[in-house]
């Protein structure tokens, strides 16, 4: 069974750092793509970041490029999120999602709150 | 980027009513579209992926199409359990984009 559950979630104050890990199972992690996703409260979905398998491409949306950085150990099968200059905008639950040609895979989501 | 438009925002329909949900993305994404239903506090939950092909587990009552750029969910005699909010994302090209979901409610 493919799981993903993300973690390192909280509350922390604008301008400051957090980093979110993701840990797959029930597939092998090295063979697929990762995305991060997010979803502000009570708002839509919005793609974050991505990076390939063996972490050759890396995309971001233009709204975190320069402050996020997307990285993977696929000898931990972890999917990381390093977020820093964090703004209250920022504050959404985060999905990692696997890349594949259904995009079925979601986590259960880690909540980050960016609040003084 | 690709802009997906989903229609309508919300939606009101009775049960063993037929609804339909529309995606019109700005340029062609082939069949790299997924429709999604998100129920309160739960991650999104996979229906159709490549346009027009259903999720494991999914009830045949959903059905997706493709006109063109223009991309369907049809659920045909809706039941309670089908309320939540549903959205379709490309994922043809990065940056994904997701349509701004369309909330379906049961009269």
């Known amino acids: 069974e493919v799981q993903l559950v993300e973690s390192g979630g909280g509350l922390v104050q604008p301008g400051r750092s957090l980093k979110l890990s993701c840990v797959a199972s029930?597939?092998?992690?090295?063979?697929?793509?990762m995305n991060w996703i997010r979803q502000a409260p009570g708002k839509g979905l919005e793609w974050v970041a991505y990076?390939?398998?063996?972490?050759?491409?890396?995309y971001y949306a233009e709204t975190v490029k320069g402050r996020f950085t997307i990285s993977r150990d696929n000898a931990k099968n972890t999917l990381y999120l390093q977020m820093t200059s964090l703004r209250s905008e920022d504050t959404a639950l985060y999905y990692c999602a696997r890349h594949d040609n259904n995009y079925e895979y979601w986590g259960q989501g880690v909540m980050v709150t960016v609040s003084s | 980027d690709i802009q997906m438009t989903q229609s309508p925002a919300s939606l009101s329909a009775s049960l063993e009513e037929i609804v339909t949900i529309t995606c019109q993305a700005s340029?062609?994404?082939?069949?790299?579209l997924s429709w999604y239903q998100q129920k309160p506090g739960k991650s999104p939950q996979l229906l159709i992926h490549?346009?027009?092909s259903l999720a494991d587990g999914v009830p045949s009552r959903f059905s997706g199409s493709r006109s063109g750029t223009q991309y369907s969910l049809k659920i045909n005699r809706l039941q309670v359990e089908d309320t939540g909010i549903y959205y379709c994302l490309q994922h043809y090209s990065a940056p994904l984009t997701f349509g701004s979901g369309t909330k379906l409610e049961i009269k």
């Open positions: 340029q062609d994404i082939g069949n790299y």
């Open positions: 490549s346009a027009t």
């Open positions: 029930g597939f092998t992690f090295s063979n697929y793509g």
């Open positions: 990076i390939s398998s063996g972490s050759s491409y890396i």
